[in-house]
Nanobody, 116 residues
């Protein structure tokens, strides 16, 4: 069974930084695009960032462009999200996603809380 396990969430002050990690197992990780989504209380889950299987292309939501960086290490089966200059509105549960024509997999989520 495919597993995606996120880590690195927590409580941070506005302006601070966090780095999320998502470790994938039981899939050929390098065949999948990797992505991050988030869901704030009372809101729909929204796209944050995605990276192609080789890492050659990255795409970001306008709300995080210039502040967040997605990356991956296919040797470690891990996708990362470096989050800088965090804002109150970045508070959400962050979910990792791996996607290709074979399947669409999600992690259990990690809480990120940004305080004043």
């Amino acid at each position: 069974q495919v597993q995606l396990v996120e880590s690195g969430g927590g409580l941070v002050q506005a302006g601070g930084s966090l780095r999320l990690s998502c470790a994938a197992s039981r899939l050929t990780f390098s065949d999948y695009a990797g992505g991050w989504f988030r869901q704030a209380p009372g809101k729909e889950r929204e796209f944050v960032a995605t990276i192609t299987s080789t890492g050659g292309s990255r795409y970001y939501a306008d709300s995080v462009k210039g502040r967040f960086t997605i990356s991956r290490d296919n040797a470690k089966n891990t996708v990362y999200l470096q989050m800088n200059s965090l804002k109150l509105e970045d508070t959400a549960v962050y979910y990792c996603n791996c996607l290709n024509y074979r399947g669409d997999y999600w992690g259990q989520g990690t809480q990120v809380t940004v305080s004043k």
